[in-house]
C-alpha cells in the first residue's frame, strides 16, 4: 500500500455525530464489483450525496465544488462506527480521501483504515469543531498532516499534536500491512520451519 508520511490537501467539514458505515457505504452496494477500473467512489455517502432520483443533493458537502477534491475529511464523534465493513474503507479511498480527523472512531473502523494505508486522526472534539469551523469560513482550504512528527496544522497556522500507537504509525510510514509485515520476517521463519522439520521428522 501507499505509505502516508505527510499530506498537504483540501478538507472538507462533515458535522454529522455517530456516523456509521452504513452511510458510508449502504449495504445494498457491496455486492458491486469492487476492481482497479471500478472502484467504491459512486456509492460514498450516497443516500447522503443523491436524492431518490439520483440527482445532487446540493447542500451536502461533497457535492459543492470547492470541497469535490478534498483528500481530508474532518468529522465529529464516533465516525465509522457501526457494522465492520471495509467497504467503507475502500470507498473513502476510491473517492479520494487519504485521511480522516475525528474526536473519535468505531474501533474496527479505525483499524481498517489503518490497514488500507488512511491515517485516522484522533483530536478533542472542541478541536474537531473548531477545524470545521475553519473550513466553513474559508471553502477549499488546506489542512497540513504531518504523521512523523504527529502534527495537524489548520488554516491559520496552528498546529495540534495527535496520537497513534508506535507500530501503526510504522506501518503507514513504510506503507505495510498486517501480511507485509510479517513477510519481513520471513528468512527468519522460514530457518524456523527448517529447524522445526529436521528436529520432529516423525511428524511428517
Request: aromatic share 10%; with cysteine; hydrophobic share 35%.
Given at each position: 500500500m501507499t505509505p502516508f508520511t505527510r499530506l498537504t490537501a483540501v478538507a472538507a467539514p462533515l458535522d454529522i455525530a455517530n456516523l456509521d458505515?452504513?452511510?458510508l457505504i449502504p449495504a445494498r452496494f457491496l455486492r458491486k464489483l469492487r476492481s482497479a477500473d471500478a472502484g467504491y467512489d459512486p456509492w460514498l455517502f450516497y443516500d447522503m450525496r443523491f436524492d431518490g432520483e439520483g440527482r445532487e443533493r446540493p447542500e451536502?458537502?461533497?457535492?459543492?465544488?470547492?470541497?469535490?477534491?478534498a483528500q481530508i475529511l474532518v468529522a465529529d464523534l464516533n465516525f465509522g462506527c457501526g457494522s465492520?465493513?471495509?467497504?467503507?474503507?475502500?470507498?473513502?479511498?476510491?473517492y479520494g480521501f487519504r485521511a480522516v480527523i475525528a474526536a473519535s472512531f468505531g474501533d474496527i473502523h479505525y483499524a481498517n483504515e489503518i490497514q488500507n494505508g488512511m491515517l485516522p486522526v484522533t483530536l478533542p472534539q472542541q478541536?474537531?469543531?473548531?477545524?470545521?469551523?475553519?473550513?466553513r469560513a474559508r471553502p477549499g482550504a488546506?489542512?497540513?498532516i504531518d504523521l512523523e512528527s504527529q502534527i495537524v496544522t489548520d488554516t491559520l497556522s496552528?498546529?495540534?499534536?495527535?496520537?497513534?500507537?508506535?507500530?501503526?504509525?510504522?506501518?503507514?510510514l513504510r506503507g505495510l500491512d498486517e501480511v507485509a509485515m510479517v513477510l519481513q520476517h520471513l528468512p527468519e521463519i522460514e530457518a524456523f520451519e527448517k529447524r522445526h522439520h529436521e528436529a520432529?521428522?516423525?511428524?511428517t
Open positions: 458505515t452504513d452511510k451536502f458537502i461533497l457535492n459543492q465544488p470547492q470541497y469535490r477534491n465492520s465493513r471495509e467497504g467503507a474503507v475502500y470507498a473513502l479511498m476510491d478541536t474537531c469543531k473548531a477545524l470545521r469551523d475553519q473550513l488546506e489542512l497540513s496552528k498546529t495540534h499534536r495527535f496520537d497513534i500507537d508506535a507500530v501503526y504509525k510504522e506501518r503507514l520432529h521428522r516423525w511428524l
